[in-house]
T-cell receptor, first 109, second 114 residues
Framework: AQKVTQAQTEISVVEKEDVTLDCVYE???????LFWYKQPPSGELVFLIR??????QNEISGRYSWNFQKSTSSFNFTITASQVVDSAVYFC??????FGQGTILTVHP | DTEVTQTPKHLVMGMTNKKSLKCEQH?????MYWYKQKAKKPPELMFV???????INESVPSRFSPECPNSSLLNLHLHALQPEDSALYLC?????????????FGAGTRLSVL
């Protein structure tokens, strides 16, 4: 069975602060995929990134970066210089349809 | 076009009503999903269709009846719902029903059962 844990229920920051969202996963699969999705207040989940178990390279996309470490079973997500539009619920998921509980991020002006 | 369209956006129904939720995608995806999401909770998988055949039914009560008439459409028929069924219902699709495939979500239908 797979399990995804997002220990941070809610995070509140002020605009321009950096913020890291934690994700820890459990799986017995040797090949697996991890995803991050963003859910703004409108309700639609938006895909952010996919990472497979063979690729431990960190990834940067604009203000977003991801740190995947198999040794600690973590796939953390950092937003640099946060903006109000980043306010949303962020879900880390295992490719077999296992969602973490989500982290509510609020960025204040 | 990476859009999944859900209708209606909002629905209020009584416990004796029959209604349907609709989901449509034109990305050529062969896997489609229904999720239920309560406030401040993650989406909970209800059903998965792969090549228009029901692949997963997560022990959903029979008052929810899915239907996949063709590869682009997914319906969820509702009958005799309970107030606790009030939630956001999300539809998603992916190229295939594989762990590596990205899911594309619709904006959901906000359902209220009175």
């Amino acid at each position: 069975a797979q399990k995804v844990t997002q220990a941070q229920t809610e995070i509140s920051v002020v605009e321009k602060e950096d913020v890291t969202l934690d994700c820890v996963y459990e799986t017995r699969d040797t090949t697996y995929y991890l995803f991050w999705y963003k859910q703004p207040p409108s309700g639609e989940l938006v895909f952010l990134i996919r990472r497979n178990s063979f690729d431990e390279q960190n990834e940067i996309s604009g203000r977003y970066s991801w740190n995947f470490q198999k040794s600690t079973s973590s796939f953390n997500f950092t937003i640099t210089a946060s903006q109000v539009v980043d306010s949303a619920v962020y879900f880390c998921t295992h490719g077999k349809l296992t969602f973490g509980q989500g982290t509510i991020l609020t960025v204040h002006p | 076009d990476t859009e999944v369209t859900q209708t209606p956006k909002h629905l209020v129904m009584g416990m004796t009503n029959k209604k349907s939720l609709k989901c449509e995608q034109h990305m050529g995806h062969r896997a489609m999903y229904w999720y239920k999401q309560k406030a401040k909770k993650p989406p909970e998988l209800m059903f998965v269709y792969s090549y228009e055949k029901l692949s997963i039914n997560e022990s959903v009560p029979s008052r929810f009846s899915p239907e996949c008439p063709n590869s682009s459409l997914l319906n969820l028929h509702l009958h005799a719902l309970q107030p606790e069924d009030s939630a956001l219902y999300l539809c998603a699709s992916s190229l295939l029903f594989l762990a590596k495939n990205i899911q594309y979500f619709g904006a959901g239908t906000r359902l209220s059962v009175l």
